[in-house]
């Protein structure tokens, strides 16, 4: 079978009119950002679809590079032909033949979007199938539950077969729902955070605390490295990482052990704030989880979201720990994540963090050092990378 077209289908959109068309054109522009290698495809979006014509290549790179492209639902490889009942058999008869071994059972589920074409769908289905039976051998037809599905889809402008379906990674196309900054620690469970929030459509920046000598540079690559991974599924990003070792060395001084971690917490949330306001950016993104240690208690939260007003999103909150694990092995970041490179928060983690702070006394203990000069020098001195998309390896097979 010679497939000529892809034709992908959408997730939800559950906005219409302007915002349809917002949808189709950022899922398009997010596609052909990891076809460059084919510049010969070309594309033609429509309300509800997304076709992208082969013109001559082969398909398998172009399938295997869009698996991992948010606000697909499915995919499958199509042909095309005129909305005409005699090419439509013809077409299907082409399409089944390339495909099937003897013994193999089909069915044809026709959609007939343009309704005044004159067979409807059960008339579509017997002529189409009928057509197949008659110049096949060896193949039977089964209703529920074939080895080949052909649908078909009848619309005004060209008719589709396809055979195959491909699930997509779902969610939406990112950007979509605007910027957000991610708090991105060396740890397992940021970069899951960043992940769930591009599928949600979300463009992100990322912020990396760091604190040389304390931390190495090593460190800092595991970071690199973990946006490099994120990247796959959102085209580039940029990582901002800020220099922390002063403003943790003056917590260390002036704020009692108990209460650093708080503090802390409240120092990286307030120069998040400011870098996602030089960018244009409406949220922050944690990778937090309720009661997972001392600063991710409600009342840790209180104290440390004091800070800002900015919507903090925190899309982990409510999993266990091993479902984040398992997300993470799946999206590539885990292997990254459990290299042994401490980040600058585990290395000041105080033997007993307050588990319910007083937000009063926090402030109280924050008030004898001047932290806003530190801040505003610390977002000064923020060096920013620009992380450029690489392939993802993924193998044909399992897509399938
Ligand atoms: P993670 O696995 O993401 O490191 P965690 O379970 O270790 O999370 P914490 O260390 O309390 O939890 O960090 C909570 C959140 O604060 C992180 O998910 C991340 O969003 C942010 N964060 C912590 N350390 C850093 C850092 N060095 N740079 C940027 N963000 C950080
Ligand atoms: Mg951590």
Redesign the pocket.
């Known amino acids: 079978m010679k497939f000529d077209h892809i034709l992908i289908r959408f997730g939800e959109i559950s906005t219409k009119g302007r915002n349809r068309r917002l949808f189709v054109e950022r899922l398009k522009r997010n596609i052909q950002n990891v076809l460059t290698d084919y510049p010969e495809l070309t594309y033609h979006g429509t309300r509800d679809r997304l076709y992208i014509t082969l013109n001559e290549t082969d398909h398998e790179g172009v399938v295997k590079n869009i698996a991992d492209v948010f606000g697909i639902q499915s995919y499958s490889l199509a042909m095309k032909c005129r909305s005409e009942l005699d090419e439509i058999k013809k077409s299907a008869l082409q399409a089944v033949q390339g495909l099937y071994k003897s013994g193999d059972s089909f069915k044809v589920t026709t959609k007939r979007a343009d309704k005044q074409f004159p067979l409807d769908t059960n008339e579509l289905n017997y002529e189409i199938g009928s057509y197949v039976l008659i110049n096949t051998e060896d193949l039977s037809v089964d209703v529920k539950n074939p080895t080949i599905n052909l649908r078909v889809e009848v619309r005004k402008e060209a008719t589709y077969l396809t055979c195959y379906d491909y699930k997509g990674a779902g969610g939406l196309p990112v950007g979509m729902s605007g910027k957000a900054m991610l ?8 970069p899951v ?1 960043g992940f769930l929030s591009l599928k949600r459509g979300l463009e992100i920046e990322a ?3 760091f604190s040389p000598p304390y931390t190495s540079e090593r460190a800092k690559q595991k970071v690199i490295d973990l946006c490099k991974e994120l990247i796959s599924y959102g085209g580039k990003m940029k990582l901002h990482i800020v220099p922390f070792t002063t403003i943790q060395e003056q917590i260390q001084k002036q704020v009692p052990e108990n209460y650093t971690m708080t503090s802390t917490r409240r120092m ?1 949330l307030k120069i998040a704030d400011q870098i996602r306001e030089n960018k244009q950016a409406l949220a922050l993104i ?3 989880s309720l009661g ?2 001392a ?2 208690t409600l009342e840790s939260m209180v104290a440390i979201n004091e800070v800002t007003n900015t919507p903090i999103l925190r899309p982990l909150i409510t999993m266990d720990k091993t479902d984040i694990i398992t997300i993470s092995k799946d999206i590539g970041t885990h292997d990254i994540s459990i290299r042994p490179f401490e ?3 585990t290395i000041f983690t105080p033997a007993s963090p307050k588990t319910r702070p007083k937000l009063e006394k926090v402030a109280r203990f924050e008030s004898f050092i001047d932290f806003d000069e530190l801040i505003k020098t610390a977002v000064q001195e923020t060096e920013t990378i620009t992380i450029e998309y690489e392939r993802k390896k993924r193998e044909f097979e399992d897509l399938l």
Do not use: N, P, R, Y
Request: proline share 0%; charged share 15%.
């Open positions: 708090l991105l620690s060396g740890g397992i469970d940021s955070a912020i990396h605390f990286m944690t990778g937090e997972q240690v600063s991710q980040d600058c928060c």
